[in-house]
């Protein structure tokens, strides 16, 4: 597809459950970034790519959350023991270069029972 | 570290009117682009129109004007003419010398046919 992907679109688990969220970037876009956007309020950052490393990953709200780009191209967002806090929809975005237009997928809803 | 606000949660306008969404920022660095984002039921964020702070001028984009005012670090979007289709979150964005977005709560746009 010529746009950012994300899977699933909506995923419910149980506290304490591990989940992985799995963002499929526009071909060729070298930066790819996550945020999570809770109820009522905008996006907030959480980490970025430059290839397969992570570049800034200062917005990581704890230990439980980790991300990995192995071949610098899908990212999994991965959260360990989720907490009904962390239920939000989690958007994952791409970008050619860092410094210009980050184009946004559909995002994943995660609930936390 | 930045902020972003966006102080009115919901405004409404009628079809074929024009509207105008304010946002305010504050930041200690000189050189940063602002961003309105729209966001509709489906989750995707959709840019809207992007501002380059080095630029004295305007950008426009069809129906879609800003207003600047870096002095006062206020950043206004206008919307002409609107339409149906218009109706959405919109997420005033900063991005300054780290290459994550930081955003406003947003706010909700409804078009009156």
């Known amino acids: 597809g010529a746009g950012v992907s994300q899977t699933p679109s909506n995923k419910v688990t149980e506290k304490g459950k591990y989940v992985e969220l799995r963002c499929d970037p526009i071909s060729g876009h070298t930066a790819l970034y996550w945020y999570r956007q809770s109820l009522g309020q905008g996006p907030e950052f959480l980490i970025y790519f430059q290839g397969t490393g992570a570049a800034d990953d200062s917005g990581l709200p704890n230990d439980r959350f980790f991300a990995v780009r192995p071949e610098g191209s899908v990212s999994t967002l991965k959260i360990q023991r989720t907490e009904r806090g962390d239920s939000a929809v989690y958007l994952c975005?791409?970008?050619?270069?860092?410094?210009?237009?980050?184009?946004f997928g559909p995002g994943t809803r995660l609930t936390v029972l | 570290a930045q902020t972003v606000t966006q102080s009115q949660p919901e405004m409404s306008v009628q079809e074929a009117e024009t509207v105008t969404l304010s946002c305010t920022y504050d930041t200690s660095e000189s050189d940063y682009y602002l961003f309105w984002y729209k966001q509709p039921p489906s989750r995707q964020m959709i840019l809207v129109i992007r501002q380059e702070a080095y630029k004295q001028q305007n950008a426009t984009e069809n129906r879609f004007s800003v207003n600047f005012q870096k002095a006062a670090k206020s950043f206004s979007l206008k919307i002409s003419d609107s339409q149906l289709g218009d109706a959405a979150m919109y997420f005033c964005a900063y991005q300054g010398g780290s290459e994550k977005l930081v955003f406003g709560k947003g706010m909700k746009l409804t078009v009156n046919p």
């Open positions: 975005a791409s970008s050619f270069l860092t410094g210009t237009e980050q184009f």
